[in-house]
């Protein structure tokens, strides 16, 4: 049961955060709002997230993980409820917000405590099966969202997405055990460096650093792709409606088919060789949407998600492997600040681009930015070289 609650932690975690995505030409209909206005309903939970995350990394680095993932799933529903009583794009935008401050709380701590409970050598395993729970939990979200909105209204999707959450909020609480392999740690004076000179050390680390470069650029890809082609595919020749465009995101369930086999084989193969496999599938799926076939369009679709579930998956291992062990959710905070930083400038920097020259400019710069993302893992992501000491002794007094 253990496996099972932390993949359903990650489909709480995501259920709500980019359920406006499909609604997009809906509300900038309906609150007579730019693109780049509605996106911000998107980038305002990633930049919750975003700024949230280093804080909860230092606040609960010593707390009981479950605690602090229970209380998180909490305060996710209860903002998404409240959003159902927006009566302008700014009220919308405020509840999006704070959606986004708790996820933190879920998705830094899981990390962890995946790589605190399980052995090593299953660590990419049960990550694999937590990310297949986020791209379920988007799935979930981005269609019932749409679906619903398109029977009913846009307010109904918020109230059954926050009531879900509060239903498996429940479920994690009663089936995550209480960590056997970590114990809360009462810090003494001194014993421990504190949050600053945590992070300045982590900014020194080379590996690290790589690390949370591309876990920018992975997101950056994913919600870069799913917000703007909603445009491009409610516009002619496509026509898309609300409920079309949500179906869209069945593509999401490929990846849960893909990423658990692609966690066993990163085992295999390697993080760097993973992670370079997955990008360049992301790109090759994002050059497919360029085809004037909608069924060529959603196998790119299909390339692109799986390929960022993979990485994604791979780069969370990389994050175990390269942050200090005393300040591993510290690691992940800051991991996923970078990454939903990529999220929050993917809901608003194509929009340049956008309107210089449509969905084929976009396309453009995102494929760029994939590119960089794989030069820096192949790059940052090598083993450190160990030089043996001279004297022995010497390295045992260090």
Known sequence: MAAAAVTLCGVCAFLELYCTQPLLPLLAHLFHASKTGVGMTVSAATLGVAISAPVFGAVTERLARKRVIVISLLGVSIPTLLAATSTSLTQLIFWRFLQGIMVPGIIAVVVTYIGEEWPPERVALIMSFYVSGTALGGFMGRISAGILADYYSWRVSFLVLGSAALVGAAAVAMWLPHGHRRTAIQPKAGSLPTFPYQVQAMFRNRRLVATFAVGFNVLFSLVGVFTWITFYLSAAPFSLSITALSSLFFVYLIGLIVTPGAG???????????????????????????????????????MLSSGVFVAQTASQSHLRVAAPSGARVTAAGIYITCYYLGGTAAGVVPGAFWAFGKWPACVAFIVAMQLLALTIAVIGWREPTVTPPANPMASAAM
């Open 264 to 302: 066993y084989l990163i085992t295999r193969v390697g993080l760097r060789a993973g992670i370079g496999g997955a990008i360049c599938c992301s790109i090759a799926g994002v050059l497919l949407t360029l085809m004037h076939s909608l069924p060529l369009v959603i196998v790119g679709l299909a």
